[in-house]
């Protein structure tokens, strides 16, 4: 299997597994047909930290991806169709995603200019796999740290970005991840402080960001992916 297959493996998704579709305000679902936000918890059964070192076959898996992410292959990323997808979108949100990379060709870059994809701990290795596995970015939240269910909305102005002490502000319109309380997470960008998986999380919230082009079966399959990657013992 290849970095951005043609097709995702349907051992996962089609074996049962079936993630929430996130709240989308009406304003952003008519303005951005397509995009659609997917929500799946997963336990940390894996021994040791969340962010501590990665297990074996992690390992190897990242090895085996940078291995075949070389030359042609990494420059060919961006016009596969689920990559081609976000660039599209990230165009329609007014970024250019020549410069405001999306979440696969910023990992394609990252392998390019360190030589491999470096192991970033249990979670982040399992959230890039999934990445590099579908193309479809994967985030994860700190599940003590949400209140209620997930969705896409624009911000208002005042409003900070998670409900921390160190929360920072953002600008009116911005496109977030919120849930009843505030926004967690800035649309493709930062989550909020405080509200990220750290050392002691045991239970996560994963989502997933699906936009016009991209199959369902590749969102499905990415977030199934890092839940199985971090419920394995």
């Known amino acids: 299997m290849s970095p951005v297959p043609p097709a995702p493996e349907t051992s996962g998704p089609a074996d049962g597994f079936r ?23 997963a336990q940390v059964r894996r021994a ?20 075949r992410m070389r030359g042609a292959t990494a420059v060919a990323v961006r016009s596969q169709p689920v990559p081609a997808a976000y660039r599209v979108f990230f165009r329609h949100i ?22 491999g994809f470096l192991s970033g701990g249990l979670l982040q290795d399992a959230l890039r796999i999934a990445l590099l596995d579908t193309g479809v970015p994967v985030w994860a939240l700190d ?9 896409i909305r624009a911000s208002v102005a005042g409003e900070r970005l998670g409900r ?22 800035v649309l493709f960008g930062a989550l909020a402080p405080g509200h990220e998986a750290g ?8 989502f997933a960001v699906q936009v016009a082009g991209v199959p369902d079966l590749y969102a499905e399959e ?3 992916n890092c839940r199985a990657a971090l419920e394995r013992r």
């Open 164 to 185: 921390s002490q160190h929360a920072p502000q953002l600008p009116a319109g911005r496109l977030v991840v919120a849930d009843v309380a505030s926004p967690l997470a």
């Open 48 to 67: 040791g930290s969340p962010t501590g070192a990665a297990p074996p076959d992690l390992l190897a898996r990242l090895r085996e991806l940078s291995n």
């Open 222 to 224: 990415a977030l199934w």
């Open 199 to 206: 050392g002691r999380t045991r239970q996560v919230v994963l």
């Open 19 to 41: 993630p929430t579709s996130g709240w989308c305000a009406p304003q952003v679902a008519q303005e951005l047909p397509g995009l659609r936000l997917l929500v799946t918890e």
């Open 143 to 151: 599940a003590r740290a949400v209140e209620g269910p997930l969705g």
């Open 94 to 115: 007014g970024l250019d995603p020549d410069v405001v990379r999306t979440p696969i060709e910023a990992a394609v870059l990252e392998r390019m200019l360190r030589g």
